[in-house]
């Protein structure tokens, strides 16, 4: 998996290319982790080369949700794949993020 990140006063954008599995999810964590949480009110996540996302994947998402929702943030995911977006929808996950494909 390969990550850039920039990080622009209250707003973040991760862009993710490849699997987001157990190993992936780990370096998103640890990534998320360096970001100026005092200031992020928005993280946008870049998913338009994220060919697949395992439940671990999945599990930090909703961690980074939980941390930024305490703050009044929101994570907005752009460039989804069908797939990936399906298995969104079919987790009701399009609920708590915002998407576009």
Known sequence: MELTITQEGERAKFVVAGKIDESGSEILKRRFRELNMSSLKELTL????????????IGKLLLFYKDLALRGGEIRIENMSEAVSELFKMLKLDTIFIMSR
């Not at 870049?46 to 439940?55: A, R, Y």
């Open 46 to 57: 870049d998913f338009g080369k994220v060919s697949h996302i395992g439940s671990a994947g």
